[in-house]
């Protein structure tokens, strides 16, 4: 079975991406935490931080650090919380990077992440969107 984050960063899986260069890919996770939560995956089937190389770290990372800034900016959130699993708790076996957009109050406590839904493709673009034009 193909890894569903290779089939989004090829294209033949449907994601609502946000942007995708040489370093990565980054797109809507489909049960954020919070709207606007994005996926920054690197290019090629890496399973976890241990397996990137170093030489591509640096790519990688400054990717996800433009994500986290346009999902600040994009949402007019107050920060971002950036984090990511390796092996236990990472529910696709593909290396990736939560970015999530937060606001002082918004309930997010320790490392209990609750999970919400679009309510439709057009509201989950609308926040891709915003993003997007941050990136």
Request: proline letters at 6%; a negative charge.
């Amino acid at each position: 079975m193909a890894c569903l984050f290779c089939e989004i960063v090829a294209g033949r899986e449907p994601a609502f991406v946000v942007a995708a260069e040489s370093d990565g890919t980054a797109f809507l996770d489909t049960r954020p935490v919070f709207k606007g939560h994005v996926l920054v995956v690197p290019p090629t089937h890496i399973e976890t931080l241990a397996d990137l190389p170093a030489t591509d770290l640096a790519g990688y990372f400054g990717f996800v650090q433009r994500i986290a800034v346009a999902v600040k900016e994009g949402l007019g959130a107050q920060g971002t919380f950036v984090a990511m699993n390796n092996t236990v708790s990472q529910s696709v076996p593909h290396l990736h990077t939560h970015v999530v957009p937060r606001t002082k109050g918004d309930g997010l406590r320790g490392f209990f992440w609750p999970r919400t839904k679009y309510a439709s493709d057009e509201e989950a673009e609308s926040y891709a969107a915003d993003i997007r034009a941050k990136v």
